[in-house]
């Protein structure tokens, strides 16, 4: 066992009992960030996969007093907890706003831009399982090209994911990251860095989910890891504009051994009806971000 | 000590959530709600008011800032108009369910399309059925003291209360307002409990899925499910009549201004046919009414202050002497009639009240209405019941409707 792994702190306040599903890369994430961010903080989320975790009332499996919202909603919703706190000389505690990339590319983006313009501060999570997958694994502006949905049933997604984390950096908030539950110390650092941090903070989960994209429940961490060994997800974290790579994604920079995106696609089901064409526009794709972010990270050494 | 000042509707709820100690302000600017947004920002920016001002993106996120802030327990005032509320409309649900003592004032406007900036009811009347409390102002002092009120009731029957008032009618026109000592506003509103602390050591989730029936919780006590839940926010809408009518009270008491807490009424004892409406048009039906008794038609006006809860008790007891019921609107549900007539017909049935009915959509999207077209709609009606018509359809005031 690696030695930074005694470093995490070691109380659970996400109990067994989660409605989550087996083998969800959300739950794992969850649990990592609560044990990052610790007791005194107050979670907002929308309806999502993360509202079914919760479980249902009365019974929670969470430990941290948390808020439900609407699914628009998110980031006001931390924001007015902020400002609540704030009022009330309560600004120790940590507010924290988890949505999935429905609630954050799509329909949360508006007061997401909102709060991160007004430099509201709290830690906004968004937990990307690449579509809507709490009803039944809809297309998103998260879902990657070539991928079977439901509401891309026979022709699969046609576009490319949306760049979020372009848009996020836009803002020039102090801290952007990106995290997988594949590697939970990665995803770990990084929520023990944001919650020392004031202002909005940004943070993309890379999330596997097994029903929507269709491989095996015991495969979440292979899959997540294969994402990053892929360039699919990018570890990285940028701090007051400063772009440095982090863990996997920084050895396979500076070794130059990034796979190939059809090790990753040909493990999920939801890829089975992508062209070759498709296959090779979203290499194309990933090439282009990974030079760009090479690019910057050496521009910031 | 006590000042009296000439200001603007809008500037009495701005100087009234000042008074309340409010500790978060979530506003978007909208006409004819903008000038609010504007003083309570020179309030805060100046030091006159200590709270925090979330300047949002959007409506939706105005009543969703107010929601979060009032959750942890802070005392939270927004304003919206038209547009704006029907924006909101998923969050005014949110907060009504989530039993949180939000105040808001509706700066009455006509909706689009097309584009209105003028005054009409539409708006506030469009989120009847979102669980919020509804008070509909007279006059710029009714606006403040409402709103003080307002905040009283909310944290006494733990709902939202919508401050209702005609956009530029009193938003933007100057009155004498009397402005009570903050000491006694403190003394009248104490401060605000929130029913649910939201701290670590006590962690909870709210407002989580429920599913159709009564579950137990981990210690075997059954615990409500959504419909239960649901009754509990009519029941507590049921009862707050009382505490309405408590704490115009004890306002009158401490202040010496009564607004008649559910109702008001002007010269109704003796009224054979009695006007009726929301708002300033209510208040122009008493001028209008006090012209008809000169001509020596005995009429009185019946100005409904709160649509929800409906007062429907009170209704009953206000109308019973009329012969003959004029109604004026500014808002319809469209394929049917004025919402207030509706709802006061439903309140009549089964009481005797078995006078006529003739309800009037008027003013919409600002167009003005004078006493003197009030007077003659109301002789108009008197003539039709008069000559033994009974199926009054609805009147479109002062509009071309060939």
Redesign the interface.
Known sequence: MPHNLFKIHEKEYVLPGTRACQGCGLSIAYRFALKALR????V?FPACCL??L???????P?????????F??T??????????????N?TE?TVVAFAGDGGTFDMGI??L??AA??GTDFIYVAYDNEGYMNTGTQRSSATPMGALTTTTPVLTKQQHKKDFLKIMEAHQIPYVATTTPAYPIDLYDKFVRAKRIKGTRFIHIHTPCPPGWQYPTKDTIRIGRLAVDTGLCVLFEVENGKFRFTGRSRTLAEKGNKLPVVHYVEKQGRFKKMSIEQLNQLQAWVDDRWEEYRRRAAESK | MTDARIITGNQAAAVAARLCDVQVIAAYPITPQSQLAEILSQFVESGQLRAEYVRVEGEHSAMTVCIGASTVGARVFTATSANGLLYMHEQLHWAAGSRLPIVMCCVNRGVGAPWSIFNDQQDSLAQRDTGWIQIYCRDNQEILDTVIQAYRIAETVYAPVMVCYDGFVLSHTMMPVVSPAPAAVRKFLPPYRPHTILDAANPLTLNSVLLPNRRPDAEGTLCDGYMEMRWKLQNALDRAPEVIREVNRSFAEAFGRDHGGMLWTHRTEDAEVILSGMGSLAAEATVAADALREEGIRAGVVGIRVYRPFPAKEAVEAFRGAKAIVLFEKSISYGYEGGLCSDLKAAFYGSGILAPIHDHVAGLGGRDVKARELVEAVKSSLARIQAGERDLKTTWLNCATE
């Open positions: 007791e005194d903080t107050i907002t509202c079914v919760h479980g249902l009332y009365p019974l929670t969470v430990l941290v007093p948390s808020v439900n919202s609407t628009a909603a980031a006001a919703s931390a924001s007015g907890i902020a400002a609540g706190l704030a009022a009330l309560r505690t508006q007061a831009s909102g313009e007004r």
